[in-house]
């Protein structure tokens, strides 16, 4: 089976669940159902890793250390991008050597997307112009100044305009499992729900 | 403010979400509303940390890797332990020194809480005995057999009998905001959810 490559951007100030939720929803995702498909990767259609510019270890919200997996210069072709938020944003959106590499990864992706605040970063590498996307909800005003005519969604889970983008953290959940009943139909996705306990709105 | 310290045991093939749903749960909650107190530890109520046997790299179920924050040893004392499942508990289960050092935390801690099958765990510490308790669907049965006169609720998200576990993986975030409403009340836990968009039960 081909396997799709998903890249998940972690930065210091990362929010813990914006990378946690689509990390577990795509890492247990399997074509055969049940719990014993999950003790192995032989019918799990993602390979989910982090990537940051450096190796170096990443600080998350709250204290969090996590160890990228690849950096901008070792990571394999990403099929699936996903930039989560988080406070550490802020910072990101001056970091103009990140926001290249979102955009040269962006544009060899099959699809891209966001998680809470990671839509500021996707509207500053230009890649929610002309679209309607949403954040969380503390960030409706600062997401329209980022970018050309940017329609904000203040009311949906997540919007899928080409460019995917989620509300608020644990709606980055939301989001993954849309991603998943898109490419492998709507029973995977919800036995994957089952599978993890999560309810599905 | 008095915080209290909250423990979260890892260990290679611990579920990610079982820790990080906690994890942003507890980090999160602030005892003053908005987004701006999310910014600051001022109104935090808890001090959140992993800790593992040492403090080398653990690797998470899908490859993440968590630098622990504390080992054993060097942990200070800690107010509410969290125990996360995954596939990585069952070595667990086969490891007296992490069981000794869950029975020895477990005997000074204020609450003592599991996520999906970390209630193996706990059953095998002695700990849910002629309680109530609930794991992971797919380990029901197990988790009776750990303990003695463990009575396996199978409908609930989490039971609270003394000790707190929860069903399976994304269960552990219900049980989190019913730990922080416990301590706080429904509106600090209901304004954390709103904070971190997540939809409670």
Redesign the interface.
């Known amino acids: 089976m081909e396997r799709r490559n998903v890249g998940i951007l972690v930065f210091d100030g990362v929010?813990?669940?914006d990378?946690?939720?689509p990390?577990?929803v795509l890492?247990?995702t399997r074509l055969e159902p049940g719990?014993e498909s999950?003790?192995t990767e032989e019918s799990a259609p993602f390979d989910?890793?982090?990537v940051a510019k450096t190796r170096e270890?990443v600080t998350a919200?709250?204290?969090?250390?996590?160890?990228p997996?690849h950096s901008f210069a070792d990571a394999p072709h990403i099929d699936l991008l996903v930039v989560p938020g988080g406070?550490g944003t802020r910072p990101v959106l001056q970091d103009a050597e990140t926001i290249d590499w979102i955009r040269r990864s962006a544009a060899s992706a099959e699809r891209v997307a966001s998680v809470?605040t990671g839509a500021l970063v996707l509207a500053r590498a230009g890649l929610l112009d002309n679209r309607r996307a949403t954040t969380?909800?503390?960030s409706f005003g600062l997401l329209a100044s980022l970018g050309h005519n940017i329609t904000v969604d203040r009311e949906a889970?997540f919007v899928d305009d080409g460019v995917l983008t989620s509300?608020?953290?644990?709606?980055g959940?939301d989001l993954a499992f849309h991603v998943v009943e898109t490419f492998f139909g709507k029973d995977v996705a919800d036995e994957t729900a089952r599978?993890?306990?999560?309810?599905r709105?």
């Open positions: 929010a813990v669940l990378l946690a939720g990390f577990e890492t247990r719990t999950r003790r989910v890793f982090t270890p919200t709250g204290g969090l250390v996590v160890m997996r406070f809470c969380h909800w503390g889970r509300a608020g953290v644990a709606s959940m599978y993890i306990e999560y309810r709105g």
